[in-house]
């Protein structure tokens, strides 16, 4: 009895050639390095900033920034993984500062409200900074991905379209999640508002 082989399964193709195709504009080839390697970016972006949104981000960012810069990589500089790791470096350095820039913001914005001269109605708290706030602990109450998506639309500045490509979220439902969720937040302020204001 003749027994049969199992074909052996190809190998995927070389971390060079992988480059190669990149380099040329490959999109076959981005889905490839991203496959190999999206863990080990991802690996870095969690020592950064532990498991959640901001290491998602910090993955994507690099990914779509070495497509969009891959006319800057050379193979003879070294390999795309090494280079993938530079670019996440770099995000993981820009987030911080960005995040650093909000705390000073919040911080700035805490201090002026304290250092302004108090008027008859002492009591009273500043509206813009008693908004900020109620605004802050709103949004930590959000679950995902609506408050991704707030914050991508409002602070990142991205329009539906973008969180839709950002998030790999269908348009009409990062539509329906930002009208909802704003719908909630105005009925949610309104009542502490009413409460904090009277």
């Known amino acids: 009895m003749v027994r049969e082989v199992a074909p052996v399964p190809a190998a995927g193709p070389s971390d060079a050639e992988i480059a190669r195709r990149f ?14 390697w999206a863990g080990q970016v991802h690996g870095l972006a969690v020592r950064a900033f532990g498991p959640g949104p901001d290491a998602e981000d910090v993955t994507q960012q690099t990914f779509v920034a070495a497509w969009t810069g ?7 500089a070294g390999p795309l993984p090494a280079w993938l790791v530079g670019i996440c470096r770099h995000k993981i350095a820009d987030t911080w500062a960005k995040m650093a820039r909000q705390r000073r913001s919040a911080e ?11 008027a008859a109605d002492a009591d009273r708290v500043d509206d813009a900074v008693a908004d ?10 959000i679950g995902q991905p609506q408050r991704r998506i707030i914050e991508l639309a409002f602070f990142a500045d991205l329009t539906h379209s973008q969180i839709a490509a950002r998030t790999g979220i269908p348009l009409g439902t990062v539509k329906s999640h930002i009208r909802r969720t704003l719908e909630r937040l105005r ?3 309104e009542v502490d508002g009413a409460a904090l204001h009277p």
Do not use: M, N
């Open 132 to 141: 900020r706030v109620l605004l802050l602990g709103e949004l930590d109450r």
């Open 23 to 36: 380099c040329a504009g490959d999109e076959q080839a981005l889905a490839e390095a991203y496959a190999r």
């Open 70 to 76: 891959r006319a800057g990589y050379t193979p003879a």
């Open 187 to 189: 009925d949610r302020l």
């Open 108 to 118: 700035a914005a805490a201090a002026d409200a304290r250092a302004r001269p108090r």
